[in-house]
């Protein structure tokens, strides 16, 4: 059992090492104490949770960031970093279907995403998922594949 998200991504990433094809796999752990109010998460390559906050304030949770699951040849331990939220903050999840484009940079993508949870932060998790998800995507659809959680806190 894994007492945070950075010891549970080394956790998958022996799991990773003897599989094939994993060294390149990505992945977010995040951990919410709702009686501290306080998320911790630690990301293996994969982008950004994002904190929405109650007054539009968009952070984006990457002071934890470390390479893809199996990429390092003997691993070592992983960074984690908390911070707090306020009752009614969103915690978004998502893959980088959801924000990368070809010949655009990634920046741009993760602007693009901040701005339109900002613009539609008072939905409900759903309804804003379905938004986020609407204004994002393609119009000739997704060529990666596309997840997004979206938690109200």
Avoid: M, W
Wanted: aromatic residues 4%; glycine residues 8%.
């Amino acid at each position: 059992v894994a007492d945070g998200p950075a010891k549970a991504l080394n956790v998958l990433g022996r799991y990773a090492h003897v599989v094939d094809g994993a060294e390149s796999a990505t992945a977010v752990a995040t951990f919410i104490d709702f009686d501290r109010l306080v998320v911790t998460y630690s990301s293996a390559g994969h982008p950004p949770p994002v904190l929405l906050h109650h007054d539009g304030r968009v952070e984006f949770l990457d002071r934890a960031t470390d390479p893809p699951l199996d990429a390092r040849p003997e691993p070592r331990p992983r960074p984690q970093a908390s911070i707090g939220f306020a009752p009614g903050a969103t915690l978004v999840l998502y893959t980088d279907g959801l924000i990368e484009r070809r010949h655009e940079d990634i920046d741009t993508g993760l602007r693009r995403l901040a701005d339109a949870l900002c613009r539609h932060r008072t939905l409900d998790p759903e309804p804003l998922a379905d938004t986020v998800l609407r204004e994002l995507l393609p119009p000739g659809g997704a060529t990666d594949d596309t997840a997004l959680v979206v938690v109200r806190l």
